[in-house]
């Protein structure tokens, strides 16, 4: 969807602005205490380099220096973006941050046995997840290939959607967040049940079962489904346009790679239910590919 400015000036001329919506994947991160020399050490532990540039939503229970607190984030290679609403919102106003309504849901974490850069959450209700862009509207259905174009690939005017495809990052020794140089991909054999989310980062994430509906699946690499796709799935989280998405049997209710997306009425029919590769192509969006066609 494109908002622009219609006025007396001539059609001919150029909007000074346009909107456009794309859903990005952030993470939440949330505090419990206000030591910073307790948070810097525990950042130590989980962090393994400084240059992640992970955009992350501050959640605190307890009152922060929030001033003192992004600084220290920023200087770990994280970027926040905003609060969750709470104690922080005035130094949030003060400081231009935005402010996050709270999803008033309980934390379920399921830690994997591997040891791995791995999350899962409370997902949100897929009842939440707004477009602030506008769907396609047409699919071309007698291909094997379909292109979903409802997310426009201009990064230099994409904004931010309204979506709570929120996921966190709980500060564990017992994980940590691999660079660059070590790509580590997580096997998952357990079904992830509605309410659920699994955030990988590092490397592909492979789950042997299914995705529930209201479940979602999260990496930064490729994504790999064995079992049923329903719910969420989300690949290439950071914005890697070469990372794909892999079904045995497809019918999400989101697709997304590299925060192109595409929702569940706009999928191509004849993908629905079979083993399908989901791909990004810039100038054409989300490509769709029936892989026992392929």
Known sequence: MTVSDNDSQGSSAAPALAFYGKMLTFSRLQFST???????AQLAATLSNKSSNIPILIDSEVEQDLSALVELLWSWGLQPIGVVTGTLDAQAREQRLAIFPADGKRIERILPSKKAATQ???APDDKHTESASTNSDSTNSDSTNSTSTNSDSNNDTAAISESNTETTIAITTAETLV?????TSL????????????????????????????AEAITDNSLHVYGRAQGRLVAGATGDKDARIF?????????????????????????????VQVRFVEGEGLVFTVMDDA
Do not use: W
Not at 179 to 183: C, K, M, N, T
């Open 34 to 40: 206000d030591d910073l020399s307790a948070i810097d």
């Open 120 to 122: 899962v959450s409370k």
């Open 179 to 183: 660079s660059a140089e070590h790509i």
């Open 187 to 214: 096997i998952y054999d357990q079904m992830l049940r509605s309410g659920q989310s699994l955030n990988h980062v590092g490397g592909d994430l492979i789950l042997t079962n299914s995705v529930n509906s209201g």
């Open 247 to 275: 079904c045995q049997v497809f019918n999400p209710s989101l697709v997304s790679v590299a925060g192109t997306y595409c929702l569940r009425d706009n999928l191509p029919e004849h993908v629905i239910d079979k083993s």
